[in-house]
């Protein structure tokens, strides 16, 4: 299996990738086939596939924020049972991350965001019939990578840029070092709002979220 970085809305694998997240994700989570021109040509945006005999059978974004020496896991998808996808795509994640950090001052990296859906606030979601997706059973396995719920009710704007608000997800952190059972408020809001810098039509709640936040010190991070 092969590890492989996709950089263009033209290469042939990158076809290949965005069938298989319209397969997997509900429509408000998959940004259009031409809009991800741009940020596949970002460098500070990572997109790879694994590739199993010349086919895309699992597909994780990430990106790395130098500034706060944190990383952005923005979506894995593990499309094939039987391949140890998940753990594929994880293990090269973390070392790829961790050769940024490195690179990046030498340092460990501090640790991974990532918006992981709660199925015990809504049971509605639709992951294609694909087994490995179930909310339930991604959760425990993020859970069991190392990833912590941030002690707040969580909302994000719509990837279609509609103005919506999506629920149904808690925003976690995979703190490296065990020791860390909190985060900054102002790293959480500074990076809520860099992350999200690409949608101009924010709702409400969203607005209301982040204001609350910046009115906190610290943030606890709890279990799954």
Same mark, same amino acid.
């Given at each position: 299996m092969e590890y492989v970085r996709v950089q263009s809305i033209d290469e042939p694998l990158f076809k290949q990738l965005h069938d298989l997240m319209k397969e997997v994700f509900p429509p408000e989570e998959v940004l259009e086939f031409s809009l991800w021109k741009e940020p596949l040509e970002d460098p500070s945006i990572f997109? =790879?596939?694994?590739?199993?005999?010349?086919?895309?059978?699992? &597909?994780?974004? =990430?990106?790395?924020?130098?500034?706060?020496?944190?990383?952005?896991? #923005?979506?894995?998808?593990?499309?094939?049972?039987? +391949? *140890?996808?998940?753990?594929?795509?994880?293990?090269?994640?973390?070392?790829?991350?961790?050769?940024i950090a490195q690179e990046n001052g030498g340092q460990? +990296?501090?640790?991974?965001?990532?918006? &992981?859906?709660?199925? =015990?606030?809504?049971? #509605?979601?639709?992951?294609?019939?694909?087994?490995?997706?179930?909310?339930?059973?991604?959760? @425990?396995?993020?859970s069991h990578l190392g990833y912590q719920r941030l002690d707040f009710k969580y909302v994000h704007p719509s990837w279609e840029n509609n103005g919506a608000a999506v629920s149904g997800l808690d925003l976690c952190f995979?703190? &490296? *070092?065990? @020791?860390?059972?909190?985060?900054?408020?102002? +790293?959480?809001? #500074?990076?809520?709002?860099?992350? =999200? *810098?690409?949608?101009?039509?924010?709702?409400?709640?969203? +607005?209301?979220?982040?204001?609350e936040l910046k009115k906190k010190e610290n943030v606890a991070l709890l279990p799954l």
């Open positions: 997109v =790879y596939v694994a590739v199993h005999e010349g086919k895309v059978v699992g &597909i994780t974004e =990430y990106r790395y924020y130098p500034q706060w020496n944190v990383a952005m896991t #923005d979506f894995t998808i593990v499309g094939q049972a039987g +391949l *140890s996808l998940g753990r594929f795509l994880a293990n090269n994640r973390l070392s790829h991350l961790q050769k460990q +990296l501090q640790g991974m965001f990532a918006e &992981i859906y709660d199925p =015990y606030q809504k049971e #509605d979601f639709d992951f294609g019939g694909v087994p490995m997706m179930n909310p339930f059973v991604r959760r @425990e396995v993020l995979m703190p &490296i *070092s065990k @020791e860390l059972t909190e985060l900054p408020a102002s +790293l959480v809001v #500074d990076f809520l709002t860099t992350y =999200y *810098s690409v949608l101009p039509d924010k709702p409400a709640e969203w +607005l209301t979220m982040v204001e």
